[in-house]
């Protein structure tokens, strides 16, 4: 038997439909049939256990009678559900089901909601692939690769998470720095007022002026993007990406296996970083240039649809070309490092239902964004000085 069995419930755990009592008796009856249980969980909306529904109990309906019984509620028809406690061990777990006429637990937190269920074919089997947590999110840090999933943090921890910000707004204040380089060589050696413009807000009607400011706006954007690409942060959310599609997939962990994986996850932050990026565009440019037959309103409509239409195709190109970056061997290995650890607390820690602020702070946007904060003001002010001392 798998060591971590021993003390935690966690990889004999299975997910199971449930049914609210105010369900059909013919829906709960489908639905016993469909995912083979023939006992379910009875959960109100809060996903809390108020009992349970058995096929056995509605066996008496199969007899012919004047009503039909199976648009009854589940509620007239559920019993008191056989619960475990997710803090139980595998032991308490094995003696419940011996002494129990009913062949499955309900696992419960302290609070009574509902976490999965247990049967006695789950404790006899012999052990074969643990299950996986899941979904499985993660980030790049400078130290190595960051993951997260039900509420557990892996790999590097929230300091890193910081320093991964700061990288990020150090970046972006670079590019700034860029693109006022830029604007300084154009305004010296043409009669563009380039640098100005740099400094400027964003001008009103359409001109060749206007059409400078939208190219420095654009410069900072296609700056950090090659700035990032050369940053070793780049590899790391390879790995990143890599090692999760393996964890998705079952798929084991080694090296050989990782490094085949394909750097473009469809849940990956860069996805919405395009979409505020087509929405930005679009409504920068219908509002600069000052249409006739649009106005602001108009311009973000048609950023937003734009967004919806492009968000998922720019974000793959993006990530396959700028955010990622071929990761070399000890980035695959940080990041299947942080792949097993995540495993390892995931099947060593009872069954939990993770609170929303718990997971909200292990998705780790929060520490990012302090970092962001930090180093892109700590960046920006160093670049507005040097600025304006030497330019």
């Known amino acids: ?180 380089v830029v604007s300084w060589i154009v305004q010296r050696f043409t009669q563009v007022p380039a640098l100005t413009l740099w400094e400027a807000p964003q001008p009103t009607g359409f001109s060749n002026i206007t059409v400078v400011w939208l190219a420095l706006r654009a410069l900072e954007v296609v700056a950090f993007l090659f700035l990032l690409r050369a940053a070793t942060l780049s590899r790391f959310h390879a790995g990143e990406h890599q090692v999760v599609h393996a964890m998705e997939r079952g798929e084991p962990l080694v090296e050989e296996v990782v490094a085949r994986m394909e750097r473009v996850h469809p849940r990956c932050g860069t996805n919405v970083m395009a979409a505020g990026l087509i929405f930005s565009a679009v409504m920068q440019v219908v509002s600069v240039l000052r249409l006739r037959w649009l106005d602001a309103g108009d311009g973000a409509i048609l950023g937003a649809v734009a967004a919806f239409v492009g968000w998922r195709g720019l974000g793959a190109w993006l990530q396959q070309h700028f955010t990622t970056s071929p990761p070399a061997s000890r980035h695959i290995r940080a990041a299947i490092k942080a792949g097993l650890e995540l495993e390892q607390k995931y099947l060593s820690q009872p069954p939990r239902r993770p609170s929303f602020g718990r997971r909200l702070w292990c998705m780790g946007f929060a520490q990012t964004f302090v970092g962001i904060m930090i180093g892109g003001g700590a960046g920006l002010y160093v670049v507005d000085l040097a600025f304006q001392r030497f330019l």
């Open 1 to 180: 038997m798998l060591e971590v069995g021993r003390f935690s419930l966690t990889p004999f755990l299975r997910q199971t439909p449930t049914v609210l009592p105010e369900a059909s008796i013919a829906h709960a009856a489908q639905t016993m049939r469909y995912s083979g249980m023939d006992r379910l969980p009875v959960v109100d909306r809060g996903g809390h256990l108020v009992g349970a529904i058995a096929a056995a109990d509605l066996a008496a309906l199969l007899q012919p009678s004047g009503d039909d019984k199976r648009t009854d509620p589940v509620s007239a028809w559920m019993r008191a559900a056989n619960t475990l406690r997710s803090t139980a061990d595998v032991s308490e777990a094995r003696a419940a089901l011996a002494g129990a006429q009913a062949p499955v637990l309900f696992v419960v937190d302290r609070g009574g909601h509902y976490l999965g269920a247990i049967t006695v074919a789950d404790l006899l089997a012999p052990d074969g692939n643990p299950p996986r947590p899941g979904p499985v999110g993660g980030m790049a840090t400078p130290w190595g690769v960051y993951l997260t999933a039900s509420g557990i943090q892996a790999g590097t921890g929230n300091l890193s998470l910081v320093a991964g910000g700061v990288v990020i707004g150090l970046l972006l204040a670079m590019a700034h720095a860029v693109s006022g």
